[in-house]
């Protein structure tokens, strides 16, 4: 149970010092902020990351994926003015998914997907962002 609790914590510092890290360079372009890379970190940091961004910033758009150990993940998180405009996350991962042969869901504002193929990241997170910038739209 201790070491879970540290894993835990250790997990809850590295998401608020990798979002500390990148607040600041966070910027607005066509009334969107934008966070698309890779991140190979655990899928719960990841998490912490979003959730920690999205009350901050209502028009964000984060996707990331990370290939950690044997898991290959893709988060979107989107804040509430882009959900309010039509964009629903959990649409947008089952597409981009595909790209890292898996699947996933979610909610409108937050869905993630898993999948096997570490080398299709890059193209999933590609594709994530031109649905949500085609739904902007």
Known sequence: VADIIMI?????????????SIEPNLTEEDGVVLVARQLDLMPDVIKGIAFGLKPKFPNLVFVTG?????????????????????V???KVIREAAKEI????????FFATAGGKKPEGLEK??????????????
């Not at 590295?14 to 500390?20: F, G, I, R």
């Not at 999933?124 to 739209?137: H, M």
């Open 88 to 90: 629903n996350a959990s």
């Open 8 to 20: 835990l914590i250790n997990d809850e510092k590295q998401a608020a010092l990798y979002k500390e």
């Open 66 to 86: 990370s290939a950690f150990g044997d898991k290959v993940t893709l988060t979107i998180m989107l804040g509430d003015e882009i959900v309010a405009r039509g």
């Open 124 to 137: 999933a997170i590609f594709r994530a962002v031109e649905l949500i910038k085609g739904e902007l739209k």
């Open 101 to 108: 042969g898996g699947g996933g869901g979610g909610q409108p």
